[in-house]
């Protein structure tokens, strides 16, 4: 019986360690995509770094999504621009499928298709994203995103690139 609770112990805390690295490795990947100036070698080394987690997650699909647009962003060859920028589209749209609710997710894509220019044509969810993110704004929670990214999110759409002026003054209200 006392090896039976030991074992039970040691399965607990080992349960409770996994879920630290994972919600740490999440940690590690927002950070590096937000407070990293990129170039294409970094690009190609975020995607690996992401690419190599073994349970992926909606989050860690649509920061998969991110380092292929950003390898899209920098990559000179007009070809492997469109490729990895659908790739890019499939993953986020995967991670949204996944997460529906997940504003994070919500405003990588929102973020990502507001940056490509129009003649792309991958601007599908803009309307979408953008609408789901300032009806739930208040959610956005510090526990689990870092203050600084909650930060950045807000500021982001508190600009005209993202909102209208009327949007703008609803994010605004629902924070109060």
């Not at 997650?57 to 962003?73: D, S």
């Not at 300032?134 to 870092?146: K, P, R």
């Not at 909650?150 to 924070?175: P, W």
Request: aromatic fraction near 10%; glycine fraction near 2%.
């Amino acid at each position: 019986m006392k090896r039976a609770c030991l074992f039970f112990v040691f399965l607990i805390a080992g349960l409770a360690n996994i879920n630290a690295q994972e919600k740490s490795a999440i940690a590690v990947i927002r950070e590096e995509l937000f407070y990293t100036d990129f170039d294409l070698e970094k690009c190609f080394q975020y995607y690996t770094k992401v690419e190599a987690f073994k349970q992926s997650t909606p989050v860690i699909t649509a920061y998969e999504a991110a380092a292929k647009a950003l390898i899209a962003k920098h990559s000179w060859n007009p070809i492997s621009k469109i490729s990895n920028l659908k790739e890019a589209m499939a993953l986020l749209t995967k991670a949204v499928d996944l997460d529906k609710m997940n504003l994070e997710i919500r405003f990588l894509r929102l973020y990502i298709e507001n940056s490509l220019p129009s003649y792309i044509g991958m601007k599908d969810n803009i309307v979408e994203d953008k609408k789901l993110i300032i009806e739930n704004i208040q959610l956005l929670d510090s526990s689990d995103l870092n203050a600084d990214i909650i930060q950045y999110i807000l500021k982001y759409m508190s600009t005209e690139v993202a909102c209208t002026s009327d949007e703008m003054q609803v994010i605004k209200a629902r924070l109060i």
